[in-house]
């Protein structure tokens, strides 16, 4: 019984919080709720819950200030919820240290479908030894960290070393929605903050050494307007 997740549920709109309670107990997930921001970071402490959902617009607090003070003690995952005129607070809350999103009006298999993937990066990451591994794999794709080298199907990549860190970047971080301000600060600094357009034409380079469609593409997923997402591949 105690096996089973628990969720907390941060969403002060009634109907909103009733459908994600429903399903939660239609699916084998435990949940607390929480009505604001205040109450949120209160359940979180005392609960340590396995995941939290999170409505960015909240009565007492922006959402992304919920997940800051979080991140201050906890890297509890965060799914957070915004409907379509909040899709700047998403890229806030994204870069405040959120890890994933879904957008209102969303349906239930999407919110199930979203715990599960955050449930297998948990679950990734707990096995994983504290020491990062030298090796990284991904389906065809493999990264050997101490040789700086990548492989796909066994034939080595030819990467610029800026592909090469933004794939190390995206494969340290699969499964994670990584916004783009995230990305240009990690490959080139702050200086280079927001020059979207340069990391989608690196991204466009990167993508033709791996990608086996580059029209389907099947390692690095992008969320427009948001940012890229290393998928895993089975
Ligand atoms: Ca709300």
Not at 72 to 81: D, K, R
Not at 147 to 161: I, K, N, V, W
Not at 171 to 186: D, R, W
Request: net charge negative; hydrophobic share 40%; charged share 25%.
């Amino acid at each position: 019984m105690n096996n089973k997740p628990l969720i907390l549920v941060v969403e002060d709109d009634p109907p909103v919080l009733n459908l994600i309670s429903t399903t939660l107990k239609a699916h084998e997930y435990r949940h607390v709720s929480a009505r604001n921001g205040a109450a949120a970071l209160l359940e979180a402490s005392s609960h340590n819950p396995d995941i939290m959902l999170l409505d960015l617009g909240l009565p007492d607090m922006d959402g992304t200030e919920v997940i800051e003070k979080i991140r201050g003690w906890s890297n509890l995952p965060i799914i957070v919820i915004s409907a379509r005129a909040e899709d700047s607070d998403k890229i806030a809350a994204l870069d405040a240290g959120a890890d994933d999103y879904l957008t209102k009006p969303f349906s239930v298999e999407e919110l199930l479908a979203r715990l599960r993937a955050t449930q297998r990066r948990l679950a990734l990451m707990q096995s994983e030894s504290p020491q990062q591994s030298s090796v990284f794999t991904n389906g065809a794709l493999k990264i050997d960290y101490a040789a700086g080298c990548t492989y796909l199907d066994g034939e080595e990549l030819h990467l610029t070393p800026i592909e090469y860190k933004l794939l190390c970047l995206l494969a340290q971080n699969v499964g994670k929605v990584l916004t783009h301000t995230f990305i240009t600060q990690k490959i080139w600094g702050s200086s280079w903050e927001n020059d979207i357009a340069s990391l989608r034409v690196f991204m466009a380079t990167l993508r033709k050494k791996i990608e086996p469609d580059s029209e389907a593409p099947q390692y690095i997923q992008t969320h427009i307007g948001v940012g890229y997402r290393m998928l895993r591949v089975d």
